[in-house]
């Protein structure tokens, strides 16, 4: 199970296999059959690590989620609540505690990633809390998305940090990281930039002090660990991906490496199976074609399709010119390799129509036009004839905002006039319930006025951010992910190899937070059998492995700029990519919203 991530240069089915087994320690210390109840943004996640059928063998009968009413009848030994340490869903527990058949039932609650005293207070007031037989914490700091890929898949990160000032998920952030350095190694060579980035910074190396030489002596596979905060970079996510996988997530989304579409595609292809359910595809590297478009340019998707339908037609036709029998029975060996190529093949050939319908609109493309305006800096200083009629239209609020926020990005702030227009348009337009989130927006820094500083023109030029003639099919740029813009995040990681940070100076101070650079003592047995070849793949001109923390979320085009880098020819390093949660411009806007109902009054 989940072969794909011993694939990359680190195998992260190392950390899965370590989560696994703490997750299995848990249930085995309930004695007994057991119903799980789940939170559900936890299902997901967990299920990545382990899944039904492997809990079915530690005599897990049910699961159910978390929610208000009545838990089903059963005759399982333990209830097991797998929750958040939020306080909202204490309520939803009593609920269902009070609400249980007075039957002999042992009852447990596992936190998910960490125990709170808060949650445990909640619990005692509401008077349930001797109820339990055990309060137990799971330690899921950090999760193996793809072979090259983790998450922690906390969502409001961004939030929390820049708007409620909640500095919890940086904990978790360098919990996480000490996670992978007792797995992988002590990381020699940790460079961060921004705020946020530094805490982490100091949160690690006072961890590291508290753990007073005590670390597991793993030889260090990882060389390098950048730590870059999302306020560095906000225009990024903000922009439409243009990669396959990013634009499966900006339209349909992924979740846990899952996407839902709607059915009729794929009923067309298997008529017999029609249904009205969306259809749920998994996608990550296990699949050999997606893993071999998702990082494409869409405009350069359908010629590999194309490609892979005829060397598929071909591997079919060689049925024709078995003639003896030993020939019959290597094709017939060949045949569900062949066959589950043609079926992802199908699959991902209805996925393309379908972006190929949203990416052929109007809206779409006159959105993407005016997006390249503004990143050029033409006539950013005005309101956008765009923006105005997509208010007018009432288009959706977080597309409006994107926009908004795209160009106030690009002038390095709006004019105090500009601004108070566009805030009366869409509180005119949409409603004052808007005002909040129009508030947050400021607050965290995507909307604000014009300084004395015009950094964008200064970072896109020095960094070279936009590219002409941009060759889509056969890049040789990071900017084919947004067809002409190269992402400053992912520039940053780039230009730390080659040359390194010293010539960049003057644009690293120009942006947000602070830049630092630590350096972990290692000792000198653990470097040398480092250098004998311990890694995953080692080669005699074996690259630099370096992990790039994106705090605060990342795209998908972001990572795919990050693949490109690694397997550019004489490329110095290959990344690591990991991140506080996968993101795009919808939901990274969604969870700065804040939109309040007036309630009715009765004035009598």
Not at 114 to 139: H, N, P, Q, T, W
Not at 165 to 178: G, P
Not at 304 to 321: G, N, P, T
Not at 346 to 373: P, W, Y
Request: one cysteine or more; charged letters at 25%.
């Amino acid at each position: 199970m989940a072969s794909h991530l011993s694939s990359g240069r680190i195998n992260l089915s190392v950390l899965r296999e370590s989560y696994r087994q703490e997750f299995l320690e848990l249930l085995d210390k309930c004695k007994g059959t057991k119903a799980l109840v789940w939170d559900g943004a936890l299902t997901g996640p967990i299920d990545l690590i382990a899944d039904y059928t492997l809990l079915k063998g530690h005599e897990v009968d049910r699961m159910w989620p978390l929610q208000y009413g009545r838990l089903p009848s059963s005759n399982v030994q333990n209830i097991i609540f797998i929750t958040r340490a939020k306080s909202s869903l204490m309520d939803i527990i009593k609920d269902n505690v009070t609400k249980l058949d007075n039957d002999r039932k042992e009852l447990h609650v596992f936190f998910v990633p960490r125990r709170s005293l808060l949650c445990e207070k909640k619990l005692k007031d509401l008077g349930i809390y001797g109820l339990f037989a055990s309060v137990e914490e799971y330690s899921l700091d950090i999760i193996p998305i793809d072979c090259d890929v983790l998450s922690m898949e906390t969502e409001l990160s961004f939030r929390n940090c820049y708007l409620e000032n909640d500095r919890t998920s940086l904990f978790l952030a360098a919990k996480a990281l000490m996670t992978v350095q007792a797995l992988y190694g002590v990381i020699p060579n940790i460079f961060s930039k921004g705020d946020c980035a530094d805490e982490v910074v100091d949160l690690m190396m006072r961890m590291r002090r508290e753990l007073g030489g005590r670390d597991m002596q793993v030889p260090p596979q990882i060389d390098n660990l950048l730590i870059l905060d999302r306020i560095v970079d906000p225009l990024t996510p903000l922009l439409t991906q243009l990669t396959y996988e990013g634009l499966i997530d900006e339209i349909f989304g992924i979740s846990n490496t899952f996407a839902k579409f709607p059915p009729e595609k794929f009923n067309a292809s298997a008529p017999g199976e029609a249904s009205s359910d969306p259809k749920k595809i998994k996608l990550n590297s296990s699949d050999e074609l997606f893993a071999e478009i998702r990082d494409r340019n869409f405009n350069a998707v359908g010629n590999v399709l194309s490609r892979k339908a005829k060397l598929i037609s071909a591997q079919y036709d060689e049925r024709h010119a078995a003639k003896t029998v030993g020939e019959m029975k290597q094709f017939v060996s060949k045949l569900p390799h062949i066959q589950a190529e043609k079926a992802s093949l199908g699959s991902h050939t209805a996925i393309a129509e379908l972006i190929k319908e949203e990416t052929d609109t109007d809206e779409f493309r006159a959105s993407l036009v005016a997006t390249q305006e503004f990143l050029s800096g033409a006539e950013t200083d005005k309101a956008s004839p765009y923006i105005e009629d997509c208010i007018a239209k009432q288009e959706h609020l977080l597309k409006v905002l994107r926009l908004i926020c795209i160009q106030c990005y690009c002038n390095c702030g709006f004019k105090p006039k500009l601004l108070d227009y566009y805030k009366r348009e869409i509180i005119q337009t949409y409603g004052y319930q808007h005002l909040v989130t129009l508030h947050n927006l400021e607050k965290v820094g995507l909307l604000r006025t014009q300084g004395t500083v015009r950094s964008y023109a200064t970072v896109r030029k020095s960094l070279k951010l936009l590219m002409e003639d941009v060759n889509e099919q056969n890049p040789n740029d990071i900017s084919y992910v947004y067809s002409g813009y190269a992402p400053l995040s992912v520039r940053l990681a780039q230009l730390l190899h080659r040359p390194g940070w010293r010539g960049i100076t003057e644009v690293l101070n120009v942006l947000p937070g602070k830049t630092r650079e630590e350096f972990q003592q290692i000792p000198e047995w653990l470097r040398k059998r480092r250098a004998s070849g311990s890694s995953v793949h080692s080669s005699g001109s074996e690259q630099k492995v370096t992990l790039v923390f994106f705090l605060g979320g990342v795209t998908f085009a972001e990572i795919s700029a990050l693949r490109f880098l690694s397997q550019m020819e004489d490329a110095p390093v290959d990344y690591l990519i990991a991140t506080t949660k996968l993101i795009n411009g919808k939901t990274w806007l969604d969870s700065l919203m804040d939109v309040f109902q007036a309630k009715p009054v009765n004035p009598f």
